[in-house]
């Protein structure tokens, strides 16, 4: 009787453990046809998390971009990535001569390029130009362009003359070449004619070496008189910018005796080397730059305010 009994329970155990195995077998196949794409279309497979084998979506333009710049800050040592000026205004301001740098003439009938040192907005901006044409860095060519920052040549015939294409490259990549006379004098100095030849002269080349005629001058050392707006502005000249500020490869020098930085200041550096100061183009504009970003300040293009 005992061994009856132990062979039923026998029989419920086997008969149990049979319908589990078929039970996992069941789910095996199931499994494996989920696997294999056979469980039919019904079935959705859920998208693997980020970082786990999932596709890597791209990044929008914009962050590509930035990512870009803050690739180009760290390789040219800059302490962070320059500021991105706003928009070119859709009405420009009225630009005027700054009051106590007038000629005798200027605010009559003549109509005279005007002389300024800042440009009126209320955007935190500043403008960069570069005067004379000594040193023709590549690498200042590509630290400009890879780092997007705008900035205004002022040339002077007789230091460009050995290397046009240089500046042709600049003014490829988006720059402004102005006038800075052909031999750098100083114009006060010279008669009428004298300043004429020298500002008209420099229009010529211009226009033979790189096809414009500029509206824009600046008078060597920033130095000039009545007879310099008058030769100027018979030779086509609208505008003659000075500056605010001047930035060397080791100081600043300011205009205003507050030694800061205003919205709208023209600042002025110049195309120099090792020969002329204890640095490179590249040195100079890492102290432009780092110093412009850190008080908030974005470099804007001189000519779309003009």
């Given at each position: 009787m005992r061994a009856v009994v132990q062979n039923d329970q026998n029989d419920k155990r086997s008969s149990r453990f049979g319908r589990l195995m078929r039970g996992c077998g069941a789910v095996a196949l199931a499994s494996a046809a989920l696997l294999s794409g056979c469980a039919g279309p019904s079935v959705t497979r859920p998208a693997p998390a980020p970082g786990h084998g999932g596709p890597v979506r791209p990044l929008s333009p914009q962050a590509a971009e930035h990512a870009r710049l803050v690739a180009a800050a760290k390789r040219w040592g800059l302490a962070q990535v320059p500021l991105t000026p706003p928009p070119p205004p859709e009405e420009k301001p009225r630009i005027a001569t700054r009051y106590g740098f007038e000629v005798e003439h200027q605010q009559k009938n003549w109509d005279l390029p005007p002389v300024f040192t800042t440009v009126p907005t209320l955007q935190k901006i500043v403008f960069l130009t570069i005067d004379d044409g000594s040193e023709k860095d590549p690498r200042f060519l590509q630290m400009m362009q890879e780092l997007k920052i705008p900035y205004t040549a002022f040339l002077s015939n007789y230091?460009?003359?050995?290397?046009?294409?240089?500046?042709?490259?600049?003014?490829?990549?988006?720059?402004?070449?102005?006038?800075?006379?052909?031999?750098?004098?100083?114009?006060?100095?010279?008669s009428y004619e004298g300043q004429r030849t020298e500002i008209c002269g420099?229009?010529?080349?211009?226009?033979?070496?790189?096809?414009?005629?500029?509206?824009?001058?600046?008078?060597?050392?920033?130095?000039?008189?009545?007879?310099?707006?008058?030769?100027?502005?018979?030779?086509?000249?609208?505008?003659?910018?000075?500056?605010?500020?001047?930035?060397?490869?080791?100081?600043?020098?300011?205009?205003?005796?507050?030694?800061?930085?205003?919205?709208?200041?023209?600042?002025?550096?110049?195309?120099?080397?090792?020969?002329?100061?204890?640095?490179?183009?590249?040195?100079?504009?890492?102290?432009?730059?780092?110093?412009?970003?850190?008080?908030?300040?974005?470099?804007?293009?001189?000519?779309?305010?003009?």
């Open positions: 230091l460009v003359e050995d290397d046009y294409s240089y500046f042709a490259e600049m003014q490829a990549q988006g720059h402004t070449l102005n006038n800075h006379t052909l031999h750098h004098p100083y114009l006060p100095g010279l420099m229009q010529d080349i211009m226009e033979q070496q790189f096809g414009t005629r500029p509206t824009v001058f600046r008078p060597p050392y920033g130095n000039y008189n009545e007879d310099t707006l008058r030769a100027a502005k018979s030779c086509g000249i609208k505008y003659a910018p000075i500056w605010n500020e001047e930035v060397y490869v080791d100081h600043w020098e300011f205009r205003e005796d507050d030694q800061r930085i205003r919205r709208g200041d023209i600042v002025l550096t110049h195309f120099r080397g090792r020969s002329d100061w204890n640095g490179t183009m590249i040195d100079d504009m890492r102290r432009f730059l780092d110093k412009v970003t850190r008080e908030g300040f974005a470099v804007a293009r001189l000519e779309d305010y003009l």
